[in-house]
């Protein structure tokens, strides 16, 4: 079952804007994951956070994540037209594997 | 390394037939994943294999799916009969290490009953 919620389910931006997602979760973590996933296309890794990790930034993104809220945010800096796709978040609450949030859908217009 | 291999990439299959999907981990990838994902479920877990045994199939929805890992470089995921809620996109992945780590999905195997 989908435990992870991402927020907001989509969201439609200006390219060079930057994007902001949020991704909730309800139990304790080891590490919590962000993945991108263009249209028609398999999930691709974009960065992993751990549960000693506050922030971490990976070229243009930057993840936070805070265990106290319980909670996850992926930003997008200057976004771009390619940037264009669904993005999940994912935890390790259930053990050994992961599970996936519900997604939110970034359209970048240019 | 080619990534994560499945195949076929489309399948159309009428009711009531077999369908079977397969997949290529990353060599030296011990954890392989099944997923399913429809737009009213998102991304599901079916079933994965640890060093080729199946650790976790509560997420296979009926006793009609069934999944194989005969070695470490192969895995089939089976459909037997198919039903139209079936239809949907099927992910292959892989991970080194802990399942919890970064996992490296391939690019699915569309499925359509009619």
């Known amino acids: 079952s989908q435990q992870g919620e991402e927020d907001p389910q989509a969201l439609s931006i200006q390219e060079g804007e930057n994007a902001t997602m949020n991704c909730s979760y309800k139990?304790?973590?080891?590490?919590l994951q962000w993945y991108r996933q263009n249209s028609g296309r398999g999930l691709v890794h974009l960065i992993l956070?751990?549960?000693?990790?506050r922030e971490k930034h990976s070229g243009r993104l930057r993840v936070t994540l805070d265990t106290s809220k319980k909670s996850s945010s992926l930003l997008i800096t200057a976004s771009r037209a390619a940037d264009t796709a669904s993005y999940f978040c994912?935890?390790?609450?259930?053990?050994?594997?992961?599970?996936f949030g519900a997604g939110t859908i970034l359209r970048v217009k240019s | 390394d080619a990534g994560v291999i499945q195949s076929p990439r489309h399948e159309v299959t009428e009711m009531g037939q077999e369908v079977t999907l397969r997949c290529k981990p990353i060599s030296g990838h011990d954890y392989l994943f099944w997923y399913r994902q429809t737009m009213m479920r998102g991304l599901e877990l079916l079933i994965y294999f640890n060093n080729n045994v199946p650790i976790d199939d509560s997420g296979m929805p009926e006793d009609r799916f069934s999944a194989k890992m005969p070695n470490a470089s192969f895995s089939t995921l089976k459909i037997q009969p198919s039903e139209p809620r079936d239809s949907a996109v099927y992910f292959c992945?892989?991970?080194f290490g802990l399942g919890t780590e970064t996992q490296y999905f391939g690019p699915g195997t569309r499925l359509l009953v009619l």
């Open positions: 994912a935890t390790d609450e259930y053990g050994n594997k992961l599970v």
């Open positions: 992945a892989s991970s």
């Open positions: 139990t304790s973590i080891n590490n």
């Open positions: 956070i751990r549960s000693n990790e």
